[in-house]
């Protein structure tokens, strides 16, 4: 595993906005792979000790991924997300907002811009998180960060396995 790999989280909040950069020691079409498949999604996404479960996923535009974070006591937090825009392998855009059990959204969610590049063997993703509210993007901020790196921390290890595995 390669650990001088870039990453950088930068929080904008006049803009209500967060950039996130990272790198991924793995060819591109695998880690679009990791961003757009459920089966994937849901081995990396939640920080331990939580867990992803996607309930559906329609990965295309219009379509819509409804899934939960899952506590180890079996409590869930479950979000709606919408495909905006879709360039296969390179871009897609999606509008996500908690929701309740049912997928009824909040009234407020955020706006995420995923890009994948690859250099030599170096996947990069940069992700840009707009969000509606100011007040949400405070009430999220601090867990978000520490959660987002966990589950960065987790995706990079699983597309370390499948890399040695040739998927």
């Known amino acids: 595993m390669t650990n001088n790999l870039f990453f950088d989280f930068t929080?904008?909040?006049a803009a209500k906005t967060i950039y996130i950069t990272r790198e991924f020691a793995a060819d591109q079409d695998?880690?679009?792979?990791a961003f757009t498949k459920a089966e994937l999604l849901d081995q990396w996404v939640a920080p331990a000790p939580f867990t992803s479960r996607t309930k559906y996923m329609d990965f295309k535009v219009?379509?819509?991924r409804f899934y939960a974070m899952v506590s180890p006591e079996g409590q869930e937090r479950w979000a709606l997300q919408e495909y905006r825009s879709i360039n296969p392998k390179t871009h897609f855009t999606m509008y996500n907002a908690f929701a309740d059990k049912d997928g009824n959204p909040d009234p407020?969610?955020?706006d995420w811009d995923y890009q994948?590049?690859?250099v030599n063997g170096i996947t990069t993703v940069k992700i840009t998180?707009?969000?509606e509210s100011f007040e949400r993007m405070e009430?999220?901020?601090e867990g978000f960060k520490a959660g987002f790196t966990m589950s960065i921390t987790n995706l990079e290890n699983l597309l370390a396995?499948?890399?040695q595995q040739g998927s």
């Open 11 to 13: 929080v904008d909040k």
């Open 30 to 33: 695998l880690v679009w792979d």
């Open 62 to 64: 219009g379509g819509k």
């Open 108 to 110: 407020t969610g955020s």
């Open 116 to 118: 994948f590049s690859e």
């Open 129 to 131: 998180v707009y969000n």
């Open 139 to 141: 009430s999220l901020m």
């Open 161 to 163: 396995t499948l890399s």
